[in-house]
């Protein structure tokens, strides 16, 4: 069983609409949750980044994090054309500093 | 992502042949982790530097790979002998400090072994 589990997709909404992204993960260790936007033949680009169970809220996008759950979820309102992209969640864990990816859902929004 | 900087971006290596794939951290950042992306996947962590050391190489093949991240210089990843398996997407990412929260990536060296 991989420690970090995300729906590869594709996911394919209308533009305006809101993207729903979420990772389920199977170590309480990982303290610290990330999301990463990752466009064709690009780096990961950081999006999101949280520590404690909850919401934080960046423009249009949201994270939650719910450790007693071991989920987090990322929102986009608002979609744009220009957010199709493969979205990562990552984590970390409070001791050691490798960040661990899931496969990641690629996203497309469509005009 | 912007400020760290690898080179070569794409590289094309005949099996056999040495890959050597070069990453400067962000200005003041002074540890760098690689990570490699296979096609359709997602990035599988390798190794994780800090100047002249290795924290943490749990994610690096036993052969033919290998680290560093010298005092002057940027962090050499090198792969000997390269078989096709070893295409993919290398990526490295630097932080400040020992701080989860701000690793930032760069853009990718791509290797196609054929």
């Known amino acids: 069983q991989k420690e970090v589990e995300q729906d590869p997709g594709p996911l394919s909404v209308p533009e305006g609409a809101i993207v729903s992204l979420n990772c389920t993960y199977s170590?309480?260790?990982?303290?610290?949750f990330m999301w990463y936007r990752q466009y064709s033949r690009k780096g990961p680009e950081l999006l999101m980044y949280?520590?404690?169970?909850g919401n934080k809220e960046d423009g249009r996008f949201t994270a939650q994090v719910d450790k007693s759950s071991k989920y987090i979820s990322l929102f986009i309102r608002d979609s744009q054309p220009s957010d199709s992209a493969t979205y990562l969640c990552?984590?970390?864990?409070?001791?050691?500093?490798?960040?661990?990816f899931g496969g990641g859902t690629r996203v497309l929004v469509k005009p | 992502n912007a400020g760290v900087m690898q080179n070569p971006r794409h590289l094309v290596r005949r099996r056999g042949q040495e890959a050597r794939l070069r990453c400067s951290p962000m200005?003041?950042?002074?540890?760098v982790y690689w990570y490699r992306q296979l096609p359709e996947e997602g990035l599988k962590f390798m190794v994780y530097?800090?100047?002249?050391?290795?924290?943490?190489e749990s994610g690096m093949p036993k052969e033919r790979f290998s680290a560093e991240f010298p005092k002057e210089g940027p962090s050499i990843l090198r792969i000997q002998q390269v078989v096709r398996g070893d295409s993919a997407a290398y990526f490295c990412?630097?932080?400040?400090?020992?701080?989860?929260?701000?690793?930032?990536f760069g853009e990718g060296s791509w290797l196609t072994v054929v």
């Open positions: 990412a630097s932080s400040p400090k020992d701080s989860g929260n701000t690793i930032y």
């Open positions: 170590n309480s260790a990982f303290q610290y």
């Open positions: 949280t520590y404690s169970s």
């Open positions: 990552a984590m970390f864990k409070a001791a050691g500093n490798k960040l661990t």
């Open positions: 200005k003041g950042h002074s540890h």
């Open positions: 530097l800090q100047k002249e050391n290795i924290i943490d």
